[in-house]
Every structure is written in C-alpha cells, then in structure tokens.
C-alpha cells in the first residue's frame, strides 16, 4: 500500500482524536493537531500538504491561544484563584471513573463548586463564581474546538488536492 495514503489515514485519525480533545481535557486537542498537521506535511512534502498543515497549525493555535485569554479574563474578573479549578479537575478525573460519559463535567462542576465554598464560606457567592468559571470554560472549549474543526478541515482540503495533483 502506498506510505503517503497510511500517513493521511493515520493523520485523519490523529486529528479526530485533536478534535475529540478539546472537549475531552485528558486527550491532547490542539498540540496534537498541530504535530500532525506539520509530521503529516513533512512526509508527504507537497505544496498543497503544506500549506493545510501552516493553515491548519494557525487555526489551532489560534484557538487554542484565544480558549486561554478568554478564559483567563473571565477567570480573574471573577476573582476565581489556579486552586478551585485545579480541584475541579481532580474532580473530573475522579468523576470520570466513577460515572461513565458524563462524570468528567460533573466530577469538575462538583469539585470547583466545592473548593469555591470551601474558599468563599458562602453557598450564593460560591455558586454565582462557580457557575461563571464553567460558563467561560464552556466558552473557552467552544472556540477551541471551533477552530480545531477548521484545522482538520484544512486537512481534508488539503488531502483532497494533494492527491488530485499527484
């Protein structure tokens, strides 16, 4: 079989899991749609494999550098600390495996919930500050994964020319 077509079958597959992950926090996302797109490019060495990797590689890193701005304004206008959310995601993990599909989300509400009244000693002020915390990661994860969806568009573009021009 020809290595330009396993390389583009594997690239595709590695961009779906970029994709996946950047909803799903314990997958890459981002990083590793930009690592693809470039090993993706460097193999197949054509222009049209090229220029979809460098489009591609901008979108993702665009996204991925607008999800941290945006949640970071939001996180320190709400005067929300690393502490909280880093007990979120513990929460996630542990929430993951106990309940299956859902229990990453609400393992990381449960968890920044519970660390924001810890810190606050206040059920209102604890679930107004969490509730902004999970609305601008919400946000954060939308345009991430917005822009990695045109990465991976990029490549099926790209894909598509590459192999009619060969």
């Not at 690592?35 to 993706?40: A, R, S």
């Not at 320190?76 to 600390?81: A, D, G, H, L, V």
């Amino acid at each position: 079989m020809d290595p330009q077509i396993i390389t583009t079958v594997i690239a595709g597959l590695l961009l779906i899991v970029a994709v996946l992950g950047t909803i799903i926090p314990i997958l890459p996302g981002s990083i590793l749609a930009v690592i693809t797109l470039i090993g993706w490019a460097w193999i197949l060495g054509s222009p049209a494999a090229w220029t979809a990797a460098i489009i591609g590689s901008g979108l993702a890193i665009a996204g991925l550098s607008a999800s941290a701005v945006l949640t970071g304004r939001k996180m320190r206008r709400e005067e929300i600390p690393n502490g909280p959310v880093l007990v979120g995601v513990a929460g996630a993990i542990v929430g993951m495996f106990v309940i299956p599909v859902v229990g990453l989300f609400l393992g990381f509400a449960l968890g920044l919930f519970a660390a924001e009244l810890t810190r606050r000693r206040d059920v209102g002020a604890a679930a107004s500050s969490s509730w902004e915390a999970l609305k601008s990661m919400g946000l954060g994860i939308l345009v991430e994964f917005g822009c990695a969806s045109l990465a991976a568009s990029s490549f099926a573009l790209g894909t598509l020319v590459h192999f009619l021009n060969r």
